[in-house]
């Protein structure tokens, strides 16, 4: 697929002023944002709470599976929701819910009232995820040009300053008051940002481009989804899932196998996730220039196999250095590959397409730490990380395999 022309993005958008574009992907780029601001601060906070609660660590584990539950049940209802109100308006919704629910756990003393307020929380969670993914899908068809990186770069961006910020004040904040900031925080952004994405209607692409050619197959207008692309849907989805289960078994054990296996101090080990989440913030930031050069399908599979490779190196190595270098690769090479999924499912089938895809990316997100941790009892931490790197040249496969049933280049 030849590089994507900027300047055809106001072709391909007549009648529509460009400034309105610019402050709508503005807008949502502020709530993916906001979503990985409040969620990493209150991540942070988890530890307090479990103190708060006097919970046992199995019981604060079945507490924390509400967000799960909350997320997974509600995305497949929300992508419903989009199609009924409208991305824009389920996303504002969301948005408060997010901000308000957020300050609900330090109100707990209890796992069991905890895990009932992390439900709502949850919920909140994974409908601003397919919300928020939808629109931007919409912006993406429009723009007709592979931005769908930048919004999730802003979801990396706002978790880093979330759960930065949230250490600093950890120590002289009690819970309840740093959860409540947040809420005002994310009232203040959702009323300004929402104010925005409200006045925006939903942009709609032309079916085909004038010229014809290749280019009439770039955008496409969601239809009802037969079989076929129902399945194309799901192997999206699976793609999702590839790689998000990376992020998960990164997240909760990239640390400890830097300890265990390698005997890094606690304060160098720590900085194995930040070394694998800042690289795949900066693969998110220049995605987009990414994907007008090699286009979708060879980013799937280049960013699988570098992935692959980043991995092992990773997981294997017997030095520290290399170890947090492969992770950093490692971020690099999952960067982008779910941003593409999720907007691929999301121009095939609209909401519910992204509600699918959502709901497998954040099952495998789930499936990776209990997975490792079983690998682990059997083998060893350091080949049960592995697995990240044999699901990443998976999602490479499935991303080269299916090029050609797309009929567009993922």
Not at 107 to 128: D, E, K, N, P, Q
Not at 310 to 324: H, I, N, Q, V
């Amino acid at each position: 697929m030849p590089p994507i022309n900027k300047t055809r993005e106001h072709n391909a958008v007549p009648g529509r002023h460009s400034s309105d574009l610019t402050r709508l992907r503005v807008a949502l780029t502020v709530f993916f944002a906001l979503d990985g601001f409040v969620f990493a601060g209150w991540v942070v906070r988890i530890p307090a709470i479990k103190e708060q609660t006097g919970a046992s660590a199995s019981a604060l584990g079945l507490a924390l599976l509400g967000v799960s539950a909350g997320a997974v049940v509600t995305m497949m209802l929300t992508g419903r929701l989009c199609g009924r109100y409208g991305s824009h308006r389920v996303t504002v919704v969301c948005g408060v819910l997010l901000s308000l629910s957020v300050a609900l756990p330090p109100l707990t003393h209890s796992a069991l009232t905890l895990g009932a307020v992390l439900l709502v929380f949850g919920a909140a969670y994974g409908g601003i995820n397919v919300a928020f993914n939808s629109a931007a899908v919409d912006l993406v068809a429009v723009l007709r040009r592979p931005i769908m990186p930048s919004f999730h770069a802003a979801f990396s961006l706002g978790g880093m300053v979330g759960g930065g910020l949230g250490g600093l004040v950890a120590g002289s904040l009690s819970p309840a008051r740093h959860l409540l900031g947040l809420t005002v925080i994310g009232l203040l952004v959702t009323a300004l940002a929402g104010r925005v994405l409200l006045r925006c209607e939903t942009p709609e692409p032309a079916a085909a481009d004038e010229r014809g050619g290749r280019g009439a197959r770039e955008v496409r207008v969601p239809r009802k989804p037969d079989t076929r692309t129902r399945r194309l849907v799901v192997v999206f989805g699976l793609i999702a899932l590839c790689t998000a289960y990376g992020e998960g078994a990164l997240a909760d054990w990239g640390a400890l196998h830097l300890e265990q296996d390698l005997g890094a101090r606690p304060g160098v080990a720590a900085a194995g996730y930040t070394c694998f989440a800042l690289a795949m913030t900066i693969g998110r930031l220049t995605g987009t220039r990414l994907l007008e050069r090699l286009g979708r399908s060879r980013t799937v599979v280049a960013g699988g196999a570098l992935a692959t490779a980043g991995m092992l190196l990773g997981s294997l190595s017997p030095s520290l250095w290399a170890a947090l270098l492969g992770f950093a690769v490692t971020g690099l090479g999952l960067a982008n590959i779910f941003p593409i999924a999720v907007e691929r499912a999301g121009a095939l089938a609209g909401p519910s397409g992204v509600a699918t895809a959502s709901t497998l990316g954040y099952g495998g997100m789930l499936l990776g730490p209990p997975a490792i941790g079983f690998m682990a009892d059997w083998f060893s931490l350091s080949a049960a990380l592995t697995s990240v790197a044999a699901l990443a040249a998976v999602a490479a496969t499935i991303g080269y395999a299916t090029r050609r049933a797309t009929q567009a280049d993922i």
